[in-house]
């Protein structure tokens, strides 16, 4: 199973500042994908990325696939406490077999102080 | 929201006893699984379905068994409780086996003393 490690574990900021989140790994994955859990919920997908070097914005939320396809970007701009949640990144969980499963990075717990 | 819904939604059990939970779809998807979550240790993934009657394991499928009947529902066995399976478990579902987007249930807390 290929491995992607997420940083930071944890992130505190205050309303208005910008962030990213990371999420590597040594591994090339042929797509990764990001997604938002609040608390007493499932995750909930944002993007999925799926070319090197692509960017993808949704509102306020930026993400980026490296060129090489190891590694992605979560980018924040202006935080709100709406953005409060877990951030996890996922990818296909073996190299060059079936992509119906999926392997999770443990994720970013972000908290946007009012 | 796709329909998801897991059962119970909250459980308190003792260790030894067996416990199902149960995940129903109504989105007619292919692809069905059962994950746990951890606090330092993310979604684990612990069986999957592919379809009807098959079934495969994850990652941390000891003590654990699944069956899939039914296209719509996807049932978790503890064969035997044990503290260690004191987790939040979460059923998925998707419908494509490439740039596969996942949707998940409100999940279970499941408590085992």
């Known amino acids: 199973t290929q491995l992607l490690e997420q940083s930071p574990q944890f992130l505190s900021i205050q309303e208005g500042e910008n962030l990213t989140v990371y999420c590597n790994s040594s591994s090339v994955f042929s797509s990764l994908q990001w997604y938002r859990q609040e608390p007493g919920e499932g995750p909930v997908l944002l993007v999925t990325?799926?070319?090197?070097?692509e960017v993808k914005k949704l509102k306020r939320l930026t993400f980026q696939f490296g060129d090489a396809r190891k590694d992605s970007s979560l980018h924040i701009t202006a935080a709100q406490p709406g953005d409060t949640g877990l951030y996890l990144c996922?990818?296909?969980?073996?190299?060059?077999?079936?992509?119906?499963?999926?392997?999770f990075g443990k994720g970013t717990l972000l908290t946007v102080n009012p | 929201d796709a329909g998801i819904t897991q059962s119970p939604r909250h459980k308190v059990t003792e260790t030894g006893t067996p416990v199902t939970l149960r995940c129903h779809q109504t989105e007619n998807h292919r692809y069905m699984y059962w994950y746990r979550q951890d606090p330092g240790h993310g979604l684990r993934l612990i069986h999957y379905?592919?379809?009807?009657?098959?079934?495969d394991k994850g990652e941390v499928s000891d003590g654990y068994s699944v069956s899939r009947s039914k296209t719509e529902d996807f049932l978790l066995t503890l064969e035997s409780a044990t503290s260690s399976q004191t987790s939040v478990y979460f059923c998925a579902i998707s419908d494509r086996a490439s740039g596969n987007e996942q949707f998940f249930g409100p999940g279970t807390r499941l408590t085992v003393l």
């Open positions: 990325v799926v070319t090197g070097g």
């Open positions: 379905s592919y379809g009807v009657k098959d079934t």
């Open positions: 996922a990818g296909p969980a073996d190299s060059g077999g079936s992509n119906y499963k999926l392997t």
